[in-house]
């Protein structure tokens, strides 16, 4: 980022994973937030974003699988981002911590592998970035990697190298012993599923949630007894039935005249199978508890 220019600019998703918007903030910019349309499927409205800020947008943050709606970027919508960026001459950071977490036969699409299928092997101005943390749910080890335009990690080499820190050799070791083994990531993936077929059933009576393309997360509505208010129904279930899950609104950013987070909660399938239902069971009996 080059702060130095006149409205420097990141376009980010809306909701999303928080770290985007600090990352603006600590390189000088301003970031612009992109909403996502539950009409489809809660896809990024990358073509609403006008021109005036293209003009200024020197980075745009992608999450594909998304945090927190689970929605996949589709290759038309891949195509779109490159030309924008061509156009604008914008660099694009993927990120794709979940991209391992689905649901389909068919893996999510990359930026990469989008770029690569639309004829772009040089990966201009395009940087992708995953982690073991979700594929092999090791959090904790923050290990992962950077892939793409090579003139963009030349110097990203040379930063990392004077201002990061080394893992330790134990983590190195366990890093390698993760990145080399597929069979954990099909088992985990299958122990997702499981999750996600026990657990969205019990609550699609009760709430506006469904299936999402990828990731771990149910990104769903809160019923209308608590009259939009996300945080309202977070803070009574933890109260009352002390289950956890995260008020949208505090994932998303109040631009272009609204927060596209309120009135839905993310929920993470993180706990055992067993624990999710319980959970998933909780909620149903508070949800009815007010209803009825």
């Known amino acids: 980022l080059d702060p130095s220019r006149d409205g420097a600019t990141v376009v980010c998703p809306n909701p999303f994973y928080q770290i985007y918007e600090g990352a603006a903030l600590l390189g000088g910019a301003r970031a612009w937030f992109a909403p996502s349309d539950p009409a489809r499927n809660f896809a990024v409205d990358w073509a609403g974003v006008p021109e005036s800020v293209w003009a200024k947008t020197q980075l745009l943050f992608a999450c594909s699988p998304g945090n927190p709606t689970g929605a996949v970027m589709s290759l038309g919508e891949w195509e779109l981002l490159f030309k924008l960026s061509d156009q604008y001459g914008f660099v694009i950071a993927s990120d794709e911590c979940y991209s391992e977490i689905y649901f389909r036969d068919e893996a999510p699409l990359g930026a990469l592998q989008a770029a690569a299928q639309l004829g772009r092997t040089d990966f201009k101005n395009l940087i992708s970035l995953t982690s073991l943390s979700k594929r092999s749910s090791v959090p904790g080890l923050r290990s992962g990697f950077v892939a793409g335009d090579a003139a963009l990690i030349k110097p990203f080499l040379l930063y990392r190298t004077y201002h990061g820190s080394a893992m330790s050799p134990i983590v190195q070791a366990a890093s390698i012993a993760a990145w080399g083994d597929e069979q954990h990531v099909v088992d985990n993936r299958a122990l997702y599923r499981e999750k996600f077929a026990k657990v969205t059933p019990l609550l699609t009576p009760v709430m506006d949630v469904a299936l999402p393309d990828a990731a771990f997360y149910l990104w769903a509505g ?22 956890v899950v995260l008020p949208g609104s505090f994932l998303a950013r109040d631009a272009q005249g609204h927060n596209p987070g309120a009135g839905r909660v993310r929920m993470a399938l993180v706990a055992e199978t067993a624990e999710c239902v319980e959970a998933a069971q909780r909620i149903v009996h508070f949800i009815q508890s007010k209803v009825h």
């Not at 208010?229 to 009352?240: I, N, P, V, W």
């Open 222 to 243: 809160v019923p209308e007894v608590f009259k939009g208010s996300d945080t309202a129904f977070s803070r009574e279930l933890l109260a009352l039935y002390n289950v």
